[in-house]
């Protein structure tokens, strides 16, 4: 079975640009969860999209938007890049509906994003 | 607020020694949680749930809701087991995020 996928690997940026980072959920999880993992910080939530819809939101700026597409795969946009930004972005997939006790997150690898 | 507290960036022991890995949370209600692990040049997964009260590896964690804990422990701890160690928590609601801790790296002294 394919894992999580996420592209591209590494993203360089500078300020101001804007990032798009991509996630492919194992085949079959309708839930993509998006967290942020800055240097000595842990994961922090970013986002939860559920069949294409957001579900909840992390205590982040409107800058960082994402969607659901209908094949459940996800997209992160990050928009006015600040050097703050710089971080490993992971998205994990679930199969379980929301709030059910047996969900388990399966992570990808993650995309080392940049801000120069 | 909920909040996922891991006190320790840093645990070393020796191999054959206990090991306690500590988590605290903070919610008032009844939470879901989790002990999740990277090992080196893998990916983070699921190490164990406190619903399932299942033993991984050796590893076992309880929910204390009077401490508001939910420690991961091993009696001997093993050169494998060297890895971040990151413990989560969910409420029971049907729109809850997975909150994480800062994580804590386990180091396995020979």
């Known amino acids: 079975e394919a894992g999580v996928t996420q592209s591209p690997t590494h993203l360089i940026k500078t300020r101001g640009q804007q990032a798009t980072l991509r996630c492919s959920p194992i085949?079959?999880?309708?839930?993509v969860y998006w967290y942020q993992q800055a240097l000595g910080l842990g994961l922090q939530f970013l986002l939860w999209?559920?069949?294409?819809?957001?579900?909840n939101r992390g205590n982040f700026p409107p800058r960082f938007s994402g969607r659901q597409f209908p094949n459940y795969s996800s997209e992160l946009n990050v928009n006015a890049l600040e050097l703050e930004d710089s971080a490993l972005y992971l998205c994990?997939?679930?199969?379980?509906?929301?709030?059910?006790?047996?969900?388990?997150?399966?992570f990808g690898s993650g995309t080392q994003l940049s801000v120069l | 607020a909920q909040r996922v507290t891991q006190p320790e960036k840093l645990l070393s022991v020796f191999k054959g020694a206990p090991v306690e890995l500590k988590c605290n949370y903070s919610?008032?209600?009844?939470?879901?949680l989790f002990w999740y692990v990277q090992y080196s040049r893998q990916r983070l997964q699921l190490l164990l749930r406190?619903?399932s009260r299942e033993s991984i590896k050796g590893f076992t964690a309880d929910l204390n809701k009077g401490e508001t804990s939910f420690h991961l422990k091993k009696p001997f701890a093993q050169e494998e087991d060297s890895a971040m160690y990151y413990c989560?928590?969910?409420?029971?609601?049907?729109?809850?995020?997975?909150?994480f801790g800062s994580g804590t790296r386990l180091s396995i002294r020979p």
């Open positions: 994990a997939s679930s199969q379980s509906s929301p709030g059910t006790p047996n969900e388990k997150l399966f």
């Open positions: 085949s079959g999880h309708t839930s």
């Open positions: 999209y559920d069949e294409g819809e957001e579900r």
């Open positions: 919610y008032s209600g009844s939470p879901e």
């Open positions: 406190h619903i």
């Open positions: 989560a928590l969910r409420p029971y609601s049907s729109a809850s995020k997975i909150i």
